[in-house]
């Protein structure tokens, strides 16, 4: 056995955009399982079709060597963030956190996995697929595998989990996968298609999102408390605590017989308190943190025992107005708003180093995705002009609620409402967890007014319609501008580059000018390892970090 003790500090995810492509599959070699085929599209047309750049998929830690001999540790403690893992169905909006779609990761199998390059689709629960137009898609799917109940996977659980989840699921992040399929239909047992509303060039990918894992329609129906936990995956839920934690065992009926796990116990644990993260590591009650308090790193730098690594959120940290409330509704008080703020000094007060306020740009977009418009000009904080435009606005002396959840963004709300009032602008926070915040801000709601959260957006530009398009479950701020739909949907049906790259950036200023969202800041994450560990794959997606290969080798 190999290991190295030396001090490491590994930076991962900074600014990296994955390379998504349709039908650079063809002809891949990829290890994906026992009787596995390759993805083969039956198709024509150029072989990128959504956009370039570097891969942003990390393996951590990057030095870490074993061999044959190495032993590893039985069970791996893994500390959550600010996001609460309050449910295991990814049909509910209170299953949006970041940390949620790490467990159904383990969990749940998907049709489609991203490659550990980040560049094509490898075969998952389906081993092929094809189309001839972008609309109708036809997937093979794999035999042989069954549910951690027992019963056997086939394309009857895939038709009815596109129907619950259409049926169920408004507001859920499942939701914003599959509401563009207007027919899913079992042609054979183990042969499945899918007819869209529209040609949609974006729709592979997000067969490859956590939230898409396929459920168990028998363990639904008896039991829709916790029958969301069965699926195919790597791990089973052996425990569940709402907000405390989600207890995984190996699934010894995996069909990745080729690719067994080696940690037979993974424990992902909410800790909210960030001093006790610190102690946790220290006293070997926990192998990786993620979300260290920032005056605690330098400690952990100097040891010899520990990796320290940093990622950078590809979510947006900001401001969601509700269009639909009286005053929120009003453009003169959102801009007084958006001018009476110092992005820096919230960045800063709420999350210290790790935070950057000092914003390149004023588009809402995440950090990574594609075709950014780095053009956009940011808000700078003016309070006589803030002023000015609260004066010929509606608002009268009104408490304004900011809703908000998750201690980072509970600081930057507290910071805001100091900076309004020196506006004149009265507020009140409503501080609530990631499920309350999901569950009463889904679009149509007329009772929020300032939604303060972050957005999730994965590094595929499509994933931005679930915070602009009518019902997506990103969408707090009940945005609904036709010419932006418009937009959106063409980009759904555009294969060539430049013309996607052009829509996007047009969405970017039209979003920009109502005022109806405002970036505040970008996330990063100091975190924390044992030496050691490894085999958590890091994305530029936070919510798509797989830790289906975490191990720690048992000293």
Known sequence: MKKRKSKRIVA???????????????????????????????????QDVIGGGETGVVTLPEDTEIDDDTEFLEHVHVIVDNNVISVLNPISPAAAGTSTNWVFTMIHDRLLALNADGIAFDPALALTYATDDFKTYTFTLREGVTFHNGDPFTADDVVWTVNKVQADGLGSSAYDQWRSIVSATALDSHTVEFVLDDVDVDFLYGMTRPMSGILNRRAFEENPETGSHIGTGAYTVEEFMSGDFARLRRNPNYWRTDNMPVTEIVTFRFVPEMPTRTVMMQTGDAHVSFGTPPGDMDWFVDSDDFTV??????DPQGLAFNLANPITGDINFRKAVIYGLDRVAIGFGAAGPWADGNLTDGTFWGYTTQFRNTDIPKFERDLDRAKEYLAQSSYNGEVVTITTAIMTNIMASQIIQAQLLEVGINTELNEMDTAGLGASTVYGGTEHQIVQFFY??????????????????????????????????????????????????????????????????????GNVSVNGLGGILLNPDPASHDFRGVYVIAE
């Open 12 to 46: 991962v995810a900074l600014g990296l955009v994955i390379v998504l492509t349709l039908l650079a599959a063809c002809g891949s070699g990829s290890d994906s399982g026992a009787g596995s085929g390759t993805v083969s599209p039956t198709l024509a047309g150029p």
């Open 309 to 314: 690594f940093t990622t950078t959120s590809n």
């Open 456 to 525: 999730l957006m994965t590094p595929n530009a499509g994933s931005v319609r679930h915070s602009f398009v009518p019902g997506g479950g990103q969408n707090r701020a009940n945005f609904d501008y036709p010419e932006v739909t418009e937009l959106l949907n063409r980009a759904r049906v555009t294969i060539d580059i430049a013309e996607r790259e052009r829509i996007y950036r047009e969405v970017q200023e039209l979003v920009y000018e109502t005022y109806a969202y405002d970036s505040i800041f970008w996330r990063r994450f």
